[in-house]
């Protein structure tokens, strides 16, 4: 019924560094729960519940009046590239019976940011009280709740998941005591209500019921309705990732990258395209517009969108973003179709990785799904079918049916989202555009092959934060 959206500043102290200011993230929050409402003409009193989604992996430490002590590490901060070489090198056997063999330790995932403040910033692992991911940190500035969901918690590579609850070994392997970590609970279980002063801050009632809320990429499968065996879902944010669906897995195939609409993010910002603090839409859509007025192929341009490390499907936290075929002739606008183009043609490589499958249909979801032009490149480039939901927000609608569900509304999250999510188009690949990227594709594979072994040889000075 309304909708608004905010962009919190990522900071990059170093040249493999991504930080935010949690602050920033609840101040954030505050502004787009107005802005909704207003937007959707619903006084805050008619708000039945409150359901909360946040990108994975990123734990803030904050002290025992819920204060936060430090910026959160993003999944593609590669800063402990080296704790997670100590924790395969000493641990690995250890880790293997622990967590199992499906999730490889890497620099995404929780665990080893955890042993980077353990090594380097022992001040401020003894100040934290609790260390809470992105979502929960909202949820207890909402309501005063410490809590997380089993959701959330499996992307920080400390969860257990036969008991359903932190890992002690991991938490004793890391250094980080059970104490400093929240209670687990369901994600649709009410935590509580909106408080007062957070109520005068959103505009919401005090009281309003407020879920637990799971992580990113739950909410955007049950948003997207990705339940179907022959239906996959394709997610574009700052990141991508692609799940497809397997019997007796929540996330069936699972790949991702490291920065997808970061790398468009990162071209308007180098371009100064717009107002992408006032107006990040308007912004966007000017670089799309620009870069649809080039043919595919961008000129003889290829992108690789590997800007902070990748995780997929190779995984390479020293890997880096190369433009190839530059000459003189080339503006702005063929830099901004190879952008585009080279996301696409890394979701083909990742969806060619996860072997086959009976997916006939891709829900195409998040940010980087609102523009039909880059919708066009992907079907283009991938040879699939792309569907087009009616909300493709898809994380938020997840969120709103976990609240959904935790007040009594629906009796399930599979029958809400099959109640809720439409699909409303479609987007087919054009033939002739296939047929020119199955030419460019083994170019840039070979690209991928040629360039990685020299990652790791450039040498990178640290800088200082301008």
């Not at 935010?20 to 708000?47: C, F, H, I, K, M």
Request: glycine share 12%; proline share 7%.
């Amino acid at each position: 019924m309304g909708e608004a959206y905010h962009e919190p500043r990522v900071h990059h102290p170093q040249p493999n560094w991504a930080e935010v200011e949690p602050e920033e993230w609840w101040e954030s929050t505050v502004a787009v729960v107005r802005e909704a409402l207003q937007r959707a003409g619903v006084p805050g009193e008619r708000v039945l519940g409150v359901g909360l989604s946040g990108l994975q992996h990123a734990l803030i430490p904050i002290d025992g009046r819920g204060k936060p002590l430090a910026r959160a590490m993003l999944w593609m901060d590669q800063r402990c590239q080296p704790q997670v070489e100590w924790m395969v090198r000493e641990h690995s056997e250890l880790i293997e019976e622990i967590m199992g063999r499906r999730w490889p330790v890497s620099t995404t995932m929780s665990a080893p940011k955890l042993r980077w403040i353990v090594e380097n910033q022992p001040d401020l692992l003894c100040r934290a009280h609790k260390f809470l991911l992105a979502k929960d940190f909202i949820r207890f500035r909402l309501t005063g709740t410490l809590a997380s969901d089993p959701s959330d918690a499996a992307g920080t590579f400390l969860f257990d998941q036969h008991s359903g609850d932190w890992s002690c070994q991991m938490l004793e392997l890391v250094g980080v005591s059970l104490e400093k970590m929240p209670p687990i609970r369901d994600s649709t279980e009410v935590a509580g209500g909106v408080t007062v002063e957070a109520a005068e801050a959103t505009g919401l009632a005090p009281g309003t019921p407020v879920v637990i809320g799971g992580g990113d990429t739950i909410c955007t499968l049950s948003g997207a309705n990705a339940f179907d065996p022959k239906r996959a879902c394709l997610y574009l944010g700052t990141a991508a990732w692609v799940s497809i669906p397997r019997p007796g897995t929540t996330f069936g195939s699972f790949g991702a990258t490291a920065t997808t609409g970061a790398s468009l993010k990162w071209l308007v910002e180098l371009f100064g395209v717009g107002d992408l603090q006032h107006s990040p839409g308007s912004s966007y859509t000017a670089l799309l517009q620009e870069a649809g007025g080039v043919p595919p192929g961008a000129r003889g341009l290829i992108f690789l969108p590997h800007l902070m490390g990748e995780r997929g499907p190779q995984y390479n936290p020293e890997a880096k973003g190369v433009l190839f075929g530059l000459t003189l002739a080339h503006t702005r606008r063929e830099i901004a179709r190879a952008v585009l183009e080279g996301c696409a043609l890394h979701l083909r490589w990742i969806l060619e990785s996860l072997g086959p499958s009976d997916v006939e249909e891709v829900v195409a979801v998040g940010g980087g799904a609102k523009s039909a032009f880059w919708r066009g490149i992907i079907a283009d480039v991938t040879g699939i079918t792309l569907l087009v939901p009616r909300v493709l927000e898809a994380g938020a609608l997840g969120a709103a049916i976990l609240a959904g569900v935790g007040v009594g509304i629906y009796p399930g999250v599979q029958e809400a989202a099959g109640e809720l999510v439409r699909i409303v188009g479609r987007h087919k690949p054009d033939g002739a555009r296939h047929e020119l990227y199955r030419g460019i594709y083994p170019i840039f594979l070979e690209l991928e092959e040629r360039v990685a072994p020299l990652y790791g040889r450039v040498p990178v000075e640290r800088w200082k934060e301008g």
